[in-house]
């Protein structure tokens, strides 16, 4: 178990709300990512983070936000929910040397 | 842009069978390729190539990297209904720590 807890696990929410979804780490590691997860589209980046207030966007960033404050949390926040944002969204952890990656269970977000 | 390609997306077969699963890929700065078995929830790590021609087994699963012709295959023996998942391929490019860029999966069903 790679000690990565996600919150919260299901969340419904209506279009025009903010939310944010948190990942929470136990193993100190440096890098942090945040996937959602589509039929037909599989894992696609929205943002990654390599370190303290160091972040950066992926694939799919529009209409997300980032933010990692301390080593063992990275949020993720949609500012203003839209139905194309319903997913499974998923953190992970990684190494540098290896780029194996450790997922959380996921978080499931369904947008009204 | 990275892309990495699975076929077939899905495959039914019985229990006993073998199955071969290909992930193509063409991505800038290869590094790695990894595979993923998800159930219902986090992806799980399964394997990570780096050379080519060197077989990674671990029980009845195995696979192989062709770095030349840019493909991996995942082979399964005598499979079992625990086999039933979705597969997933990734690959790992350039360094840092921009993540993994994903295929969409094959959804294996074992059928007693």
């Given amino acids: 178990d790679a000690g990565i807890t996600q919150s919260p696990r299901h969340k419904v929410t209506e279009t025009g709300t903010p939310v944010t979804l948190r990942c929470h780490q136990t193993e100190n590691h440096r890098y942090m990512y945040w996937y959602r997860q589509d039929p037909g589209h599989g894992l696609r980046l929205i943002h990654y983070s390599y370190g303290v207030k160091d972040t950066d966007k992926g694939e799919v960033s529009d209409g997300y936000s980032v933010s990692r404050s301390k080593t063992e949390d990275f949020l993720l926040t949609l500012e203003s929910a839209t139905s194309s944002q319903t997913s499974v969204y998923f953190c992970a952890i990684g190494t540098y040397d290896t780029g194996e990656l450790f997922f959380g269970e996921g978080s499931r977000l369904t947008v009204l | 842009?990275?892309?990495?390609?699975?076929?077939?997306?899905?495959?039914?077969?019985?229990?006993?069978?073998?199955?071969?699963?290909?992930?193509?890929?063409?991505?800038?700065?290869?590094?790695?390729?990894?595979?993923?078995?998800?159930?219902?929830?986090?992806?799980?790590?399964?394997?990570?190539?780096?050379?080519?021609?060197?077989?990674?087994?671990?029980?009845?699963?195995?696979?192989?990297?062709?770095?030349?012709?840019?493909?991996?295959?995942?082979?399964?023996?005598?499979?079992?209904?625990?086999?039933?998942?979705?597969?997933?391929?990734?690959?790992?490019?350039?360094?840092?720590?921009?993540?993994?860029?994903?295929?969409?999966?094959?959804?294996?069903i074992i059928q007693p």
Avoid at chain 2, 1 to 12: A, G
Avoid at chain 2, 33 to 53: D, H, I, N, R, V
Avoid at chain 2, 57 to 79: M, W
């Fill in chain 2, 1 to 108: 842009e990275d892309k990495v390609v699975q076929s077939p997306l899905s495959l039914v077969v019985h229990e006993g069978d073998t199955v071969t699963l290909n992930c193509s890929y063409e991505v800038t700065n290869f590094r790695s390729l990894l595979w993923y078995k998800q159930e219902k929830k986090a992806p799980t790590f399964l394997f990570m190539l780096t050379s080519s021609g060197i077989e990674k087994k671990s029980g009845r699963l195995s696979s192989i990297l062709d770095k030349k012709e840019l493909f991996s295959i995942l082979n399964i023996t005598a499979t079992q209904t625990g086999d039933s998942a979705v597969y997933l391929c990734a690959v790992r490019s350039g360094g840092g720590a921009d993540g993994l860029t994903f295929g969409k999966g094959t959804h294996l």
